[in-house]
């Protein structure tokens, strides 16, 4: 067996029987698909004493490992494969899953969060057998290495949550998919951007604070939305109302500014993107916050955002021609979480 150039993988996808095509994607667990795939047996036995030093807390294999291929598999053709592309895909698998986000934080049976979606692009030579080195970290980076690979054991953070087999939305990671080939309008670049974002804004490591998943979401707003360098949170409301389906919020009026003295009018909707990123304005200006400051009726503003952020990127779809404003009606009244915290009437929309 020769070179063989990198393998793409997510060593805690939640699926554990997952082997399915997703667009020019495709996403199986190693251990329940890598005899269907890898046919080389020196292939197979090097890839199995890889991914055997991923470990679970209690010692036993870490069996959750999806490899992501595109098709034309670098791990079956040694093609070359683009780690933007599929590390715009692993974050789609993510924002498919965040989308079943429950309502009630104590409805969290199957719910995955972004750290079950590390991927990891590793290159690999088969001609050089037996030791390795592994590197960790995103900014001071630590390197362990060994002459017997199976000496490294990598051990499964308690915090990576295991949902088994953890709900997605497929119609949602389908048109994400079509956007990883598309990816060229600025508009989908920034997409894929904004991404990362979310991934901070819901990262379950522990001491993540909550005023820096305030900042993260609403950064992937600005991202997503291109929104400019003044008036932000007046273009927040406004381009966010753009991607809505077409309705009949009423508006009301209120007055703003420093002395309170400029009548502005806006929906419902609008007035919240106000008041979110007012909140992120004091966050980065070092107020204090409170409980209530977080919550709209008792919900979780991060969460009600992420809804709307799930709402602008179906919007997007149908501007870019991904989806059709037929498919966008129909998935609209599916996913109705945030309708239902603002109170909205079915009648309010189409």
Excluded at 261 to 281: A, H, M, Q, T
Aim: proline share 6%.
């Amino acid at each position: 067996m020769g070179k063989m150039s990198v393998v793409t993988f997510m060593p805690y996808f939640p699926d554990r029987e997952i082997d399915e095509h997703f667009g020019d994607f495709h996403l199986w667990n190693w251990f329940h698909a890598k005899a269907k795939y890898i046919k080389d047996s020196a292939l197979l036995a090097y890839l199995d004493q890889y991914f055997s030093i991923y470990k679970q807390p209690d010692g036993k294999q870490e069996d959750r490992i999806a490899i992501v291929e595109t098709v034309g598999s670098d791990i079956l053709t040694g093609a070359p494969t683009d780690s933007t592309l599929l590390g715009r895909f692993a974050g789609s698998a993510m924002l498919a899953h965040l989308a079943m986000l429950p309502v009630d934080a104590n409805d969290s049976l199957f719910i995955s969060t972004p750290d079950n979606f590390i991927a990891f692009h590793q290159p690999f030579d088969t001609n050089v057998p037996g030791g390795g080195a592994l590197q960790f970290g995103s900014y001071f980076r630590t390197t362990w290495a060994a002459s017997d690979i199976d000496i490294l054991h990598f051990v499964t953070p308690q915090y990576v949550p295991d949902p088994k087999p953890g709900l997605r939305d497929d119609k949602l990671l389908n048109g994400l998919a079509k956007a990883c080939s598309t990816a060229t309008n600025p508009v989908l670049t920034r997409l894929f951007r904004s991404l990362d974002w979310v991934r901070l804004a819901f990262n379950n490591a522990p001491e993540h604070p909550y005023p820096a998943r305030i900042v993260a979401m609403t950064t992937a707003f600005e991202i997503l939305l291109d929104l400019p360098e003044t008036e932000k949170a007046r273009r927040f409301s406004e381009e966010l109302n753009k991607l809505l389906p077409a309705n009949k919020l009423p508006k009301t009026v209120r007055m703003i500014g420093k002395k309170k003295n400029k009548p502005v009018s806006d929906n419902e909707v609008g007035w919240w993107c106000r008041e979110f990123y007012d909140l992120r304005s004091r966050v980065v200006h070092g107020d204090n916050l409170v409980t209530a400051d977080c919550l709209t009726k008792g919900i979780d503003k991060v969460k009600i955002a992420f809804y709307l952020f799930l709402e602008c990127i179906r919007g997007i779809f149908v501007n870019v021609g991904i989806t059709t404003e037929l498919e966008r009606a129909e998935e609209f009244w599916l996913h109705q979480k945030w309708l239902d915290i603002f109170g909205f009437p079915a009648s309010a929309f189409f």
